[in-house]
C-alpha cells in the first residue's frame, strides 16, 4: 500500500465516522455480520489465557464479542485511523486499543494469534504485495498461528470497489508458513477464512498432527 492510498483509505473511514457514528457501516460493513466473523475467526482454536492481536481493529468491536461470549484472552486491538481508535475507546474503555502503522513500523511483542477481519477488502493498487506483507508480519509475531478473512473471487457479481481474493491462490501463499492450513468457506457463500496453524508437531514414522494421534 503506497502513501496516497493510505491517507485516501484513512480518509474514507473518517468520513464515514462523521457521516454514520459509531455503526457497521462506517467499517464498511452495512450488512451486519461482522459478529458471524468474528464467531468464525475465534472458533479455530482454544483461546483461553492466549494473547491475540486484532489487526485493523477499527473500533475494536471483537474485544465487546469475546466478553460478551465469556471469551478470557489478553486482547489487543491495532488500527492505522487514530478517529476509529478514540472513538473505539469511548465505547470500551477497558479495551487496549493503539495506532500503530504495523507494516511501516513492525510490531512492538509477539502474540499467541493474530487475527485479521476486513483490512483485504479494499482495492489496492498492488493487492497481493499487501497480503504478502501482511501474511509476513503475522507469521513474525504470531506463536501459534494468523487467521485472515477475504472476500472470495467466486461470485456472480465482484464489488467494482472491492477486491475478491482466489481462494487457491491464497492457500497456495499460506503454505510459504505452515503446512497446517485449514480453508472455511462454509458460512457465508461469497467469503473465505484461512487459518494458518504453526504447531506442525509430528511423529514422523506416522505423519499424524500429535493432537490426533489418540484417533488411531
Excluded at 103 to 117: A, E, H, K, N, Q
Excluded at 174 to 186: E, G
Aim: aromatic share 16%; charged share 25%; net charge negative.
Amino acid at each position: 500500500m503506497n502513501e496516497a492510498e493510505k491517507q485516501r483509505i484513512l480518509a474514507t473511514y473518517s468520513e464515514r465516522l462523521k457521516k454514520y457514528g459509531y455503526s457497521p457501516r462506517t467499517l464498511g460493513w452495512p450488512k451486519g455480520r461482522h459478529r458471524l466473523r468474528y464467531f468464525i475467526l475465534l472458533s479455530h482454536w482454544p483461546l483461553a489465557g492466549t494473547e491475540i492481536l486484532d489487526f485493523g481493529c477499527g473500533f475494536g468491536d471483537m474485544y465487546a464479542y469475546c466478553r460478551e461470549q465469556g471469551l478470557e484472552m489478553d486482547y489487543e486491538g491495532m488500527d492505522i485511523n487514530p478517529d476509529l481508535i478514540a472513538e473505539g475507546l469511548q465505547q470500551h474503555p477497558s479495551a487496549r486499543l493503539f495506532v500503530h502503522d504495523a507494516l511501516r513500523d513492525g510490531l512492538p511483542r509477539d502474540y499467541d494469534y493474530v487475527f485479521s477481519s476486513g483490512v483485504h477488502n479494499t482495492k489496492l493498487e498492488d493487492n497481493w504485495s499487501f497480503i504478502e506483507a501482511s501474511f509476513e508480519l503475522f507469521n513474525r509475531h504470531a506463536r501459534r498461528g494468523f487467521a485472515v478473512n477475504f472476500l472470495s473471487d467466486k461470485v456472480d457479481y465482484p464489488l467494482e470497489h472491492a477486491y475478491h481474493a482466489n481462494p487457491g491462490q491464497i492457500v497456495e501463499m499460506a503454505y510459504r508458513f505452515s503446512n497446517r492450513i485449514t480453508l472455511r468457506n462454509d458460512y457465508m457463500p461469497f467469503e473465505f477464512t484461512l487459518f494458518v496453524d504453526k504447531n506442525e508437531t509430528f511423529d514422523p514414522e506416522i505423519a499424524v498432527y500429535d493432537e490426533f494421534r489418540r484417533s488411531l
